[in-house]
């Protein structure tokens, strides 16, 4: 797929700070091909990229069969086996004329009895044309020199719905319609219409390729902005408006679109529609295309834009609306994975035991945690799952606080059935202080106090758990300071603070000498950092 090219008027954040980056901010090969920054120095962060987040599919079996639902991919299958035990083809492989009107009878695109509309023998011949290509009929020539088709080795095993060789089809039909839309909507209608192919400018490419590459790309955008969309969206609010679909590839990130890029917009929007047409037809996506009425403008009047004035729900609607389905996700997926990048599947990581999936969260850059959490936890028996999770926590390494922050996370999935569980690790050094917190979060009362080396183990822990995550949401690491209990004599707590055996005390106290507001307690953190460094 080609790489995007949408805006980004985003600058870098300052020194020290991790800016939050979205996919589509980047480059194709920046966001697919990047590798994962297992290392946790600046210089990897710095090099590593965001990746497409992962989606969620239904199993091959499902969607086998929303493919075979498709009406062109049925119809495909439907004359293939009509084909049988052979039918007569003219030289090109197409259907010969006195079998057109059958064909399309039998598709149910023309009544039983009457004249064949010309529409309805149009699509009984794409119908065919399809079934060639994906060699659900093959061609040949007999003894005597007529030119027959035969149905093709595929055609029982797709009837019977096995899902390889259905999906195996789908995705191959996908990819030549995908094609086609771009050759048929790509050409000015002059060039569609000459006779002679254009000369070829001074780069080697005739304006006709051009627009076919740029036409390629425009689309290749547009779907890798509807997988990024209906990966993050909720259940049911998966649907696109198309002029919301054009903007995000016009105008840049964190602007207000001009007089001139609502023009864009709208040019955006109109090409896209027949491609995206097309792409309907098998399933793909599901889209009500641009009401034609909008653009039935009287001479001299200007078409609409999108953008000028609020719309409501309904009028919005009339500018196209688009919605990728499952099977759209499939495809887009399939895709991407043939061309080498990264395009995982919620739930993937959540397949072994609690370390592996604790361990596969945290080394993974393109991961969505809280849904591996969930798929992980979703009908295992609270008690066992939570000891599991408890002892997968565990240890000193660069991944620790992290790990023990996705255990808590996965205890409140639990809910209060893991009690007994995290009751047992109360007077462990490194999952007491936490075990604490979640038991009283729970309601619990009867929860001792941690002792004072423990409550400080468990400050550097939290802390350090939303500095690895992803950089830290600065909202909260803000709260976290904003909740030390340094006020009076912060000389006294850092004092204390700097002498925990953490792995990331240092760091813990540096950043609370950055971000903290009262500028006392912050010069106290950082000299706090310094004995701590020199230390070690």
Known sequence: MAGRRRKNAGASGGEGAAETVLPADLELEDLYGAFAAHGLDDEDLDDAAVLVPPVKLPPEGELAEQAKAVPMFGYALTLARWAAPHRAVDEFGDLVEEDRAPAARLLGLAPAEGEL?????????????????????????????????????????????????VLELWLTAAGIVRELAVEADSLPEEHGEAEEAPEEDEDGLSEVEEARDEAAELL?????????TTAFADPGNETVPLGVLAALLVVPEGEEPSEELLGDI?????????????????????????????????????????????????????????????????GIRQWLLEDGYDAPLVGELAQGDAAELLRGVCESANVLPEEELRVWTAGREPVAAAGELLAAARGGDAYGPLRRMLCVSALNLLG????????????????????????????????????????????????????????????????????????????????????????????????????HLDRAVAKEARKAAFKARSRN
């Open 416 to 515: 209060a059935g893991a009690e007994p569980a995290v009751r047992e690790v109360l007077d462990d050094p490194e999952l007491g202080g936490s075990a604490r917190a979640w038991l009283t979060a729970q309601g619990a009362t009867d929860v001792p106090v941690p002792p004072r080396a423990m409550a400080l183990w468990t400050v550097v822990d939290t802390f350090a758990a939303q500095l690895l995550d992803n950089g830290g949401d600065a909202e909260l690491l803000r709260d976290l300071v904003t909740d030390l209990p340094v006020k009076g004599d912060p000389a006294t707590w850092f004092g204390e603070l700097w002498r925990v055996d953490h792995p990331y005390t240092a760091d813990v106290l540096e950043a609370i000498g950055e971000l």
């Open 220 to 228: 290749d955008e547009a779907l890798q902005v509807l997988y990024e």
């Open 117 to 165: 509309p010309e529409e309805a023998e149009v699509e009984a011949l794409r119908a065919w044309s399809l079934a060639c290509d994906l060699d659900l009929v093959e061609l040949g020539t007999t003894a005597e020199g007529e030119h027959v088709a035969v149905p093709g080795p595929d055609l029982e095993p797709a009837e019977q719905g096995d899902p390889e060789t």
């Open 266 to 330: 709208t040019d955006v929007m109109v090409a896209l529609d027949p491609m995206l047409g097309d792409l309907a037809e098998l399933g793909l996506l599901e889209y009500r295309p641009i009401d034609p009425d909008l653009f039935d403008e009287e001479e001299g009047e200007e078409p609409a834009v999108v953008g000028e004035e609020p719309l409501d729900e309904e009028e919005s609607a009339r500018f196209g609306l688009v919605r990728l389905t499952p099977l759209g996700q499939y």
